[in-house]
C-alpha cells in the first residue's frame, strides 16, 4: 500500500500524480537513525544466514563423515531462522517490501489516500508495539528454562519478537512523519 516503495511509485505514478511526485527523500536525523537500523538488521541477518549454512554443513559433516551429529547445530539453525525472519519482517516494513493493495488507494482522491496510508502505517505501528509487549512477555517467562540442546536460555527465541517488533514501531513512525511531511522512504539498500 505505501507508495514509498519503488515499485508502487513506478506503478501507480500516472494514477497517483501528487503522491508518486514526493522526490524529497527524508533526511532528518530520526530517518538517518531508521536507515541505520535496516542497514544494520540486514547486515546481521546475512551474517545470521552464513552461519545457518555452517551449522547444516557442520551437521551435515559429523553425520556422514564422522557418524557422530552435533546436537547444537540444529538449535543454532533454528534460533538464527528466528533472528532472520524477525529482521527480515522489520527491514520489510521500513521498504515497504510487504503486500499492497495498490488498487484500492488509486480509486481514491488524494486526501483519503493520505488518510489511508497513515491509518495503515498506524496499524502497523500498533502491531510492532503488540509484538514488542507480548514478546517481552514471553522473553520473561521463558528466560530461567534452558534449552536442551544450546544451553541458553528459551527466552531467547522470544527476544527476536521483541527486537522485531521495536523496529516495526520505529519504521512504522518513520513512514507516517515522512507522508506528514511529503517526502518519501528511501529503502535501505540505496
Known amino acids: 500500500m505505501s507508495v514509498s516503495s519503488p515499485h508502487a511509485a513506478s506503478h501507480s505514478a500516472a494514477a497517483m500524480p501528487s503522491l508518486a511526485s514526493k522526490s524529497a527523500s527524508a533526511r532528518h536525523p530520526y530517518t538517518r537513525l531508521c536507515a541505520?537500523?535496516?542497514?544494520?538488521?540486514?547486515?546481521?541477518?546475512?551474517v545470521m544466514l552464513v552461519a545457518?549454512?555452517?551449522a547444516v554443513q557442520v551437521q551435515v559433516v559429523g553425520r556422514y563423515v564422522f557418524n557422530d551429529t552435533p546436537t547444537w547445530t540444529e538449535g543454532l539453525a533454528l534460533q538464527l531462522v528466528l533472528y532472520v525472519t524477525a529482521l527480515g519482517v522489520?527491514?520489510?516494513v521500513r521498504d515497504a517490501g510487504h503486500i499492497g493493495l495498490e488498487s484500492l488507494?488509486?480509486?481514491?482522491?488524494?486526501?483519503?489516500?493520505?488518510r489511508l496510508e497513515l491509518l495503515i502505517h498506524?496499524?502497523?505501528?500498533?502491531?510492532?508495539a503488540l509484538m514488542t509487549w507480548s514478546g517481552w512477555t514471553w522473553t520473561r517467562l521463558k528466560w530461567d528454562e534452558l534449552d536442551p540442546m544450546l544451553g541458553v536460555p528459551v527466552g531467547l527465541d522470544y527476544l527476536a519478537l521483541v527486537?522485531?517488533?521495536v523496529l516495526i514501531a520505529l519504521f512504522s513512525i518513520e513512514h507516517i512523519v515522512a507522508l506528514i511531511r511529503h517526502e518519501e522512504v528511501v529503502p535501505s539498500w540505496n
Do not use: N
Open 90 to 92: 522489520a527491514v520489510g
Open 36 to 46: 541505520w537500523l535496516s542497514k544494520l538488521s540486514l547486515m546481521a541477518a546475512v
Open 163 to 165: 527486537i522485531a517488533g
Open 122 to 128: 498506524a496499524l502497523v505501528g500498533l502491531f510492532g
Open 52 to 54: 545457518i549454512i555452517l
Open 105 to 114: 488507494a488509486v480509486l481514491l482522491p488524494e486526501a483519503w489516500r493520505l
